[in-house]
Structure formats: structure tokens, C-alpha cells
């Protein structure tokens, strides 16, 4: 089985090629997708229909856009791994992690230990909490060859 797996939350890092390469260096047999990372483009996506004059119907054409991929990347997904940093406030993030609970799709937090309190809810219905990439990757080799 060829597992999909769904990366969401902080751009602002190389999290997400760690988990790449780590795959890579295992030999999983995954699949990785991703909401669109540059983030210039993904806060223009509205663009494309049209200028908007108040920023408020801007950011909301675009997340219309997005969430055309993120909803169905995240439906497709076996497992998410949902990522929050330290600069800033990843509300998309939590935002995917509460639509994977909703779809009963299984994710893993992925944070350092000084956001516990604010990430509760999120953690709780995550299937495992990791504050490394390499975590991740363990629990990956673990669940997808059983080793």
C-alpha cells in the first residue's frame, strides 16, 4: 500500500523536506501533498477572479481557492501531520486538524512542548503528538512497515 499523507501548518521552515528526506532514507511507500507553501501565491490565489479593493474579500476569494485543494487533499489522505511554529499563529493549521477530525482522518501534531496549553483540543483528538521531525518519522516507519 502507497500511503498519502497530507502536510499542513508552518511554512516558514524545512520541516517538511526532513520529513521527505527521512521517508526517502527509510523507503516508505508514501505519497507527500501539501496546501500551496508559497505564501505570496496562496494569499493571491483569489487574485485570479478579479481585484478586490477591501482586503477582507481578498483573503476570502483566496481561501476559497485554496481550500479547493486542501479539502481535497485532506479527503484523500491516509494521515496528516499538522506542524505549528513559533513565529506565528498557524489558524489554518488548526483549522485542517479540526476538518481531519471531522472526517475521523488520523493526524500527528507536530510542536515544540511550550505550545502544549493552547494546541489542548488540537492535541486531543491528534493520534500522537511529536516535537521533531525525526519523531515523525519514526511513527511513520512504525505504522507503515510495523518496525
Not at 46 to 74: C, P, Q
Not at 101 to 116: E, N, S, V
Not at 136 to 142: A, C, K, Q
Request: proline letters at 3%.
Amino acid at each position: 500500500m502507497n500511503w498519502n499523507i497530507y502536510l499542513s501548518g508552518e511554512i516558514h521552515t524545512d520541516w517538511r523536506q526532513q520529513l521527505i528526506d527521512g521517508a526517502k532514507a527509510h523507503n516508505l511507500p508514501v505519497t507527500f501533498s501539501s496546501a500551496v507553501t508559497n505564501h505570496e501565491a496562496s494569499d493571491a490565489a483569489g487574485d485570479l477572479l478579479g481585484a478586490e479593493d477591501n482586503s477582507f474579500w481578498r483573503d476570502h476569494k483566496s481561501s476559497k481557492v485554496n481550500g479547493i485543494r486542501t479539502k481535497n487533499l485532506i479527503a484523500k489522505c491516509d494521515i496528516a501531520i499538522i506542524r505549528f511554529g513559533d513565529k506565528y499563529k498557524q489558524w489554518n493549521a488548526a483549522f485542517d486538524a479540526g476538518y481531519c477530525a471531522a472526517l475521523d482522518k488520523p493526524y500527528i501534531t507536530l510542536h515544540a512542548d511550550d505550545i502544549i496549553h493552547p494546541l489542548k483540543e488540537v492535541d486531543a483528538s491528534a493520534m500522537a503528538w511529536a516535537t521533531t521531525p525525526a519523531q515523525v518519522v519514526e511513527i511513520l516507519r512504525y505504522v507503515i512497515l510495523e518496525k
